[in-house]
DNA sequence: ATGGCCATACAGACCGGTCTGAATGGTCTT
DNA sequence: AAGACCATTCAGACCGGTCTGTATGGCCAT
């Protein structure tokens, strides 16, 4: 019946709450208080889902995680043509860019939150960003087998994976611009770039 | 006595102390309490001489921003030759990378940190952003005015503003990236990348 | 003797986390 | 079908500790 699902609904309020909170105002500055008043919940039942803050943390990571790259592969998928599902992954952040609660990317403010000598959420934020490199770079491979076969005797920067890695770094380096400048521009001037290297 | 020595005034010294807490073990992780007994000061002194913690913080904060330019352009006097200069921005990333002690950008951090009703913090990491992007607009010009005059007809990216940004947006991104795997990967694929728009 | 510094105690709020106790509702036994 | 049972949830008091910031008082040098 609805059990395996009402079980979790408290789990999932919980969740759902502290994953706004501690993306909007951050990890450190969200108490445990303030996400069981925000997401009506008895304080002992927050303490039986989750036996410490850290664990709502983990849990906050896993869920964002997974999230995006739902969201990487249905924006990918809702697209046809190499190219255009190639630079996907950074035209979808553009409302993201613009939303006025756009707050950076979740991984790196948490990383910067917690304490260097806790390797965890570190190497979660490493794992999360190994898979979206995985999938740019099956990107990159697709837009590169559709281009003429050789322009140039293969310049360096044109096998999957160093285009993959280079994707990676205009994307990081958009999202982490755009915090301060809430504008499409990172967006365009990395796909400018990506478009110049394709065509070298 | 050690009193010259100790010159660097009670304020310095707090700054000094505050500044490595703040960027090793991030802002809300760091008590005014942990900053007066490792700067070895009175805490009435620590309040005469910064009314609260955030004046600390914009103090941090304006001296991290002097200290990194001073830095950028004291490695750009340091070479000659319009390409070496160019690339030395990216380059003096990669000791700093491998250090061990590494924990990204302080601004970025910062401002991950920093509610988000308060503006004061993100225009000041803008403003030093703005900074670093004069600096590598001088360096761009130099670059491609010292290039042969036009292998092609002017291809779009290759203005001093657009290089500049480019260049940011790769400087941003390997910083960002450089706090997850700590190698100096991030900053040869964008000199490569650098590379590759200059010989277009 | 005045002003800067030190040392320390203190205030009030908030932190993460524990605990008690009661209401709810489904499941099993009889 | 009725009652015993059990897990989950709710509501909230409570704990020790830490937070920022204030106040007090002594010391020392100019």
Redesign the interface.
Known sequence: MTRVIETSSVRDRILATASDLFY???Y??TGVNQVIAASGVAKASFYSHFPSKDDLLYAYLAAAARQDLDDLHAEVEARSGAKARFFAPLEMLVPWFESS?Y???PF??I???A??SDPRV?TL??AH?DNVRTLLRTLAEDVLNQRPPARRPA???LDPD?LA??Y??????????A???RTR??VD??I??LE??LE?
Chains 1, 2 share one sequence.
């Open positions: 909007r105002q951050g450190r500055a609660d707050r950076g990317c790196q403010n990383v910067a939150e304490p260097p570190r934020a490493r960003r310049a360096p920067p160093a890695e280079v990676q770094l205009l994307l990081e380096g958009a999202i982490a611009t915090v301060a400048y521009r990172p001037k990395a400018q770039t110049h290297l070298a």
